[in-house]
C-alpha cells in the first residue's frame, strides 16, 4: 500500500548537479525516516544521506558538502540535490523510508525501485 516514487536521475558531467526526488504515497500515518542509498557496480549498497522526522540528517563522508538532503512532510517527499558530482558518485541511487503506515502498527522499512545516476569523466 506503501510506494515510494523516484526521479531526477540520468547522465552528467563530472562537475554537473542533479536533483533527485522521492515521495511516499498510501496508507501513511507518520514517517520517521527518509533518506538515500546507492550501489555502485561491485560494490554493496551504502547510506548516501538520511534525514529524520526531527531534522537530524546523517550522511556519507564522502559527500559531505556536495549534497544535501532536505524534506517535505506535507508532501512526504525527499530531496537529494547533488553538486559537484564526481565519476565515483556513479550508482543507482536507491529511495528508503522508514514509515508507520497506521498509529497502532509498528514502523516498517520501504524502497523505491531505484534510480540511474551516471557521472562522466
Known amino acids: 500500500q506503501v510506494q515510494l516514487v523516484e526521479s531526477g536521475g540520468g547522465l552528467v558531467q563530472a562537475g554537473g548537479s542533479l536533483r533527485l526526488s522521492c515521495a511516499a504515497s498510501?496508507?501513511?500515518?507518520?514517517?520517521?525516516?527518509m533518506g538515500w542509498y546507492r550501489q555502485a557496480p561491485g560494490k554493496q549498497r551504502e547510506l548516501v544521506a538520511t534525514?529524520?522526522?526531527?531534522?537530524?540528517?546523517n550522511h556519507v563522508d564522502s559527500v559531505k558538502g556536495r549534497f544535501t538532503i532536505s524534506r517535505d512532510n506535507a508532501k512526504n517527499t525527499v530531496y537529494l540535490q547533488m553538486n559537484s558530482l564526481k565519476p565515483e558518485d556513479t550508482a543507482v541511487y536507491y529511495c528508503?523510508?522508514?514509515?508507520?503506515?497506521?498509529?497502532?502498527?509498528?514502523?516498517?522499512?520501504?524502497w523505491g525501485q531505484g534510480t540511474q545516476v551516471t557521472v562522466s569523466s
Open positions: 528508503h523510508a522508514v514509515i508507520r503506515p497506521l498509529r497502532y502498527q509498528p514502523d516498517k522499512d520501504y
Open positions: 534525514i529524520t522526522s526531527g531534522g537530524f540528517i
Open positions: 498510501g496508507t501513511i500515518s507518520s514517517i520517521n525516516e
